[in-house]
């Protein structure tokens, strides 16, 4: 009796043209896949970074004023550029000589934060004789506004302050200042650039806002970061509606 043989049989595939048999089949697999991972983790992050920095961060001032703190103040109103109300404080000069005008300082408090950031900056210029402006940024603390945007819109907000101040009598041809911290220096630095009618500032600890002041990278880590850094600023600008500085 005789076997049959399919037409269809083929024989067996030698192990040499097998490509899960050879090693460079399998480095460029995990090539593949860790690129492929860290493409996704890049725009993941962005992604989330951008949904939580756009937040809004409004919320009750509490549970303090300058009044506990021994000063007399005022609520503040200021209106920014595009109409938006910002709301503070606003401490007068407590001790200005009589013949010279007295000096005012414009607080500008981080990211996602309101005025009593500030309050230890506030406490120590006011004790020292300056008017002392403290407010909430836009979409901050009790201040109206939708989103944040890293203090792209609030640059322009500082002209709301700088307007105030020059309406108080008391501040009648006087200096002004600006403080910030954080993203608030980074606010501070770019108005004072902006307005001449700042005369002086002070940026404590400033943040990069922008793709380039991003210092540069020293490390593998940092350096897989920047491709994710530069898409979390296409986004930002995209969802908040304002344009990094140039």
Same mark, same amino acid.
């Given at each position: 009796m005789h076997m049959r043989t399919s037409l269809h049989s083929k024989p067996n595939q030698p192990a040499s043209t097998r490509p899960w048999k050879k090693p460079a089949y399998w480095l460029k697999l995990i090539a593949f896949a860790l690129i492929s991972l860290y493409i996704s983790l890049t725009v993941a992050m962005a992604v989330m970074g951008t949904v939580q920095s756009i937040r809004p961060a409004k919320r009750p001032v509490c549970c303090e004023t300058p009044a /506990?703190?021994?000063?007399?103040?005022? /609520?503040?109103? *200021?209106t920014a550029p595009d109409g938006i109300r910002l709301v503070g404080w606003y401490i007068p000069p407590q001790s200005a000589a009589k013949d010279q005008p007295a000096a005012a300082v414009i607080l500008l408090h981080g990211y996602a934060s309101h005025r009593l950031a500030t309050k230890s900056y506030a406490e120590m210029l006011a004790r020292h004789g300056y008017a002392v402006l403290m407010y909430d940024q836009r979409a901050s603390g009790e201040s109206e506004g939708e989103t944040l945007s890293w203090g792209w819109r609030d640059v322009a907000d500082v002209q709301g302050a700088i307007a105030y101040l020059q309406g108080r009598p008391e501040l009648a041809n006087g200096k002004i200042g600006v403080l910030g911290c954080s993203t608030g220096a980074e606010i501070a630095i770019a108005a004072a650039a902006q307005q001449s009618a700042i005369q002086a500032v002070v940026a404590d600890a400033p943040y990069y806002t922008t793709a380039q002041d991003l210092p540069p990278a020293d490390n593998l880590l940092e350096w897989l970061s920047i491709p994710?850094?530069? *898409? *979390?600023?296409?986004l930002m600008e995209w969802k908040s509606g304002a344009s990094a500085p140039q």
């Open positions: /506990d703190w021994g000063f007399t103040y005022e /609520d503040a109103s *200021l994710m850094y530069h *898409l *979390l600023i296409q």
